[in-house]
C-alpha cells in the first residue's frame, strides 16, 4: 500500500521565532508543508524558502502591521495550492502551533488506520503557559483534519473562520484525542503582542466580543 500523503497547511507572518520549532514538530508527521507569508517584516519568507518541507511557497506584499489581514483569503489560497500536489490529507497547524512526538505517532496513525474521507476531524488545544511542560487551558477543540478532493472550499469569513471545507456537514465534524501544544501564551510579552495583534485587525470586535483571554 502507498503511503499516506498528509499536507499541512500554514499561514505565518512574523514568525521567525517560532519555524524553527514549529518544522521540528512537523517533519514528524507531514509530508510536504504548503506556506504562505502574509506581508511578513522579518525574515519569516527566507526561513521558509530555505525548509525542504516546504514544498510550495506563496506570499503577500510586505505590510507594516497586521492590518489588512483576511485569514479566510490566505486559507483559501493555501488550499488550492495543496491541489497541485494531489494530497489524502490536509491539517492546518499555524506556526505558534505543535503536536508533541506522541501526538504526531498517533496522527499518522489515525489517517492511516481510522479516519474516513467526509469528516472533519478536531484536536484538542493546550494553551502552554512558562514552558512545553505546562498549560492552564485545554477546553477548546479545534477542527483542522481532513481528507483532501478536488473542488474544496473553505468558509468565507474573514476572520476566526474553521479551515474545514464546506462540503463537510456540521455532522461530519468528530473530535479526537489528539492534542495541540499551543505556544502563543508561554510568555507574558507574547500575551500582548497577540492582544495588539488582534486590536490591529479587529478593532470594533467585528469577529468576536472580546480578546482579554
Known amino acids: 500500500m502507498a503511503p499516506v500523503k498528509l499536507v499541512c497547511l500554514l499561514p505565518v507572518r512574523n514568525g521567525e521565532a517560532d519555524l524553527p520549532d514549529y518544522f521540528a514538530s512537523v517533519r514528524q508527521f507531514a509530508d510536504a508543508v504548503v506556506a504562505l507569508d502574509d506581508g511578513s517584516t522579518d525574515a519569516t519568507r527566507e526561513l521558509l524558502a530555505a525548509e525542504p518541507q516546504v514544498t510550495l511557497l506563496l506570499d503577500n506584499p510586505r505590510r507594516a502591521d497586521y492590518r489588512g489581514w483576511n485569514e479566510a483569503a490566505d486559507r483559501a489560497r493555501l488550499l488550492a495550492a495543496a491541489a497541485a500536489l494531489a494530497p489524502d490529507w490536509i491539517i492546518s497547524l499555524d506556526a505558534d502551533e505543535r503536536l508533541d512526538p506522541g501526538d504526531a505517532r498517533a496522527l499518522r496513525s489515525f489517517i492511516e488506520e ?38 474544496q472550499r473553505f468558509p468565507d469569513r474573514r476572520l476566526h473562520m474553521i479551515p474545514v471545507p464546506t462540503a463537510i456537514p456540521r455532522r461530519r465534524w468528530l473530535e479526537t484525542t489528539l ?20 486590536r490591529q485587525v479587529d478593532p470594533d470586535h467585528t469577529y468576536q466580543s472580546s480578546y482579554v483571554n
Do not use: C, N
Open 114 to 151: 481510522e479516519a474516513r474521507p467526509g469528516y472533519a476531524y478536531g484536536l484538542h488545544v493546550h494553551r502552554m503557559v512558562h514552558d512545553l511542560g505546562q498549560y492552564d487551558r485545554a477546553g477548546l477543540v479545534v477542527f483542522r483534519l481532513f481528507a483532501f478532493a478536488p473542488g
Open 179 to 198: 492534542r495541540i501544544q499551543h505556544v502563543a501564551s508561554l510568555t507574558e510579552e507574547r500575551r500582548l503582542a497577540r492582544f495588539e495583534k488582534y
